[in-house]
């Protein structure tokens, strides 16, 4: 509702703005089917728990996606961004993986899996770009569905009050 960037914490409603400068275009690619977002982190748990690598309790701030965004660096932010409950989406919705590695293939700055599934949050240059990696995805049937979208957008606001 408040638009622009935020920076989410605690269980995400907790939202503190980021300074960005730039718009940002994003493919959202819909490959269908379903994940439950539970069985998603019981399964990032499992393998979290195997690989004996500890679970931080708290997420830690990449300040250099920070930095990305507030000097509208695409490439910085490409490098910076990661999905830590990717390779558990990937484990249970095995289409997901190809439509990253498709994307990426495409010419995408970077592609992951959007929180626990199963849209991909494709970072691209432009629209252009956007459409195109879309009519690729499409083309191979990876995907049902692409969407774009652009930021830093704009919060909600009163058009006419009754």
Do not use: K, Y
């Not at 989406?89 to 959007?114: C, D, I, M, N, T």
Request: proline share 5%; glycine share 10%; charged share 15%.
């Amino acid at each position: 509702m408040l638009g622009h960037t935020a920076l989410g914490s605690g269980n995400g409603t907790d939202l503190t703005t980021v300074l960005t400068h730039g718009e940002w275009t994003w493919l959202l690619a819909v490959p269908g089917g379903h994940l439950s977002t539970p069985e998603v982190f019981r399964r990032f748990d499992e393998i979290s728990l195997a690989s004996g690598r500890p679970l931080a309790e708290h997420p830690v701030l990449d300040e250099r996606q920070l930095q990305a965004l507030s000097g509208g660096n695409i490439e910085l932010l490409a490098d910076t961004l990661h999905n830590d409950l990717q390779i558990a989406a990937f484990e249970l919705h095995p289409g997901l993986e190809p439509v990253v590695e498709a994307a990426e293939l495409l010419g995408a700055q970077a592609a992951l899996v959007s929180g626990s599934g199963p849209t991909v949050a494709v970072l691209v240059e432009d629209e252009a770009q956007a459409r195109s990696i879309a009519a690729g995805l499409m083309r191979d049937s990876l995907v049902q569905t692409c969407l774009v979208a652009r930021g830093s957008a704009p919060g909600a606001s009163v058009l006419e009050e009754s």
